[in-house]
């Protein structure tokens, strides 16, 4: 139990949907033993992410004046971004040496989710970097897509009906981030990590890592194992929402980031949440007479926001007034 498992998802995208239980079994026991996996075979190409890359690096460059101009803590639907030190994932140690941006599913200010402020719903603020909008705008549609496709595969092995998550990720409040991590310089900033031991709040994530590392995941028996940078490939990993939805077949995985020294570390996780009024109560292939449902039932929207409470003291003080 010291590597990750690396599943080749290309089968997924052929018409012959006999090819499919083969990955969706390898998928379903990743998500039981580990809660963490690579996929390869998925169809973002390498020009996307270089390009996107390229944006990212560009903007984290950008003088800090110019960033806060879309400061996330300044809104109330989480879109923007958060300078270092917004963000403490693991309350005994420091806060988080990273930096972020945030987007999510664009809603225009007429939307009725908007007007009648939704948590979570609302326009995206972009950098005013040329070509940056359309293309981070695209990217998010393509990493939703390719996560309904696992999620897809996943209906196989546990069962469902195959539009079961296709129908309840619609308008999804999914969040695609990038992340800039700063050289770790000194000893004395070894106990602020990059990003603190965590398990993510929501469904399922796709993260995209540069060539840095830095990357842990908990295995079984507690042990910290890397999780490296592997070319071509995503980490995915579930959350606290798939672990609660699926009555704990599936694992939420604690991992954390420790800053490389000397090098900069750029990632881009996807954050895959259904619709924030989806109904999470135990999946109906989860439960059985032995193995009766565990969790009462809650929605999406009220399950995050508990969890971002936890995450973000400015949100704290938000929840308070
Ligand atoms: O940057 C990474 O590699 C992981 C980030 C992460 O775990 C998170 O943002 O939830
Ligand atoms: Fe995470």
Redesign the pocket.
Same mark, same amino acid.
């Given at each position: 139990m010291d590597q990750l498992p690396i599943i080749d998802i290309s089968p997924l995208y052929s018409d012959d949907e006999n090819a499919w239980p083969a990955v969706a079994a390898q998928i379903d026991l990743a998500c039981r033993e580990w809660g963490f996996f690579y996929i390869k075979g998925h169809p973002i190409s390498p020009q996307r992410i270089d390009a996107v890359l390229d944006h990212t690096q560009r903007f984290f460059a950008l003088p800090a004046a110019e960033k806060l101009k879309i400061d996330i803590t300044q809104t109330r639907h989480h879109r923007g971004y958060g300078a270092i030190a917004t963000e403490q !994932?693991d309350p005994s140690k420091p806060s988080d040496l990273?930096e =972020?941006f945030d987007m999510g599913l664009h809603l225009p200010a007429n939307h009725p989710d908007v007007l009648t402020e939704k948590p979570l719903r609302g326009p995206n603020r972009h950098p005013a970097q040329p070509g940056w909008e359309a293309l981070m705008e695209q990217h998010y549609l393509d990493m939703q897509a390719l996560a309904q496709t696992l999620l897809r595969a996943m209906t196989i092995a546990l069962d469902i009906k195959r539009d079961f998550f296709d129908s309840r990720f619609v308008d999804p409040v999914s969040v695609l981030?990038m992340?800039h991590?700063p050289p770790r310089h000194t000893a004395s900033s070894a106990e602020q990590q990059? &990003?603190g031991a $965590?398990t993510?709040y929501g469904c399922i =994530?796709l993260?995209y890592?540069d060539s840095a590392g830095? !990357?842990q995941v908990k295995n079984v028996k507690g042990e910290w194992i890397d &999780?490296p940078p592997i070319d071509g490939t995503f @980490?995915v990993?579930l959350g606290d929402m798939m672990a609660r939805w699926s009555n704990d077949r599936y694992r939420s995985t604690p $991992?954390? @980031?420790i800053s490389p020294r000397g090098v900069d570390?750029y990632?881009m996780?996807f954050?895959a949440e259904p619709h924030p009024d989806t109904r999470i109560e135990c999946l109906p292939g989860c439960q059985d007479p032995q193995h009766p449902a565990k969790y009462p039932t809650t929605t999406c929207a009220e399950f995050l926001l508990s969890r971002f409470a936890d995450t973000y003291a400015y949100r704290r003080e938000q929840e308070a007034v």
């Open positions: !994932l990273k =972020t981030r992340i991590y990059g &990003a $965590h993510d =994530t993260l890592q830095g !990357l &999780a @980490v990993n $991992h954390r @980031v570390r990632s996780p954050f």
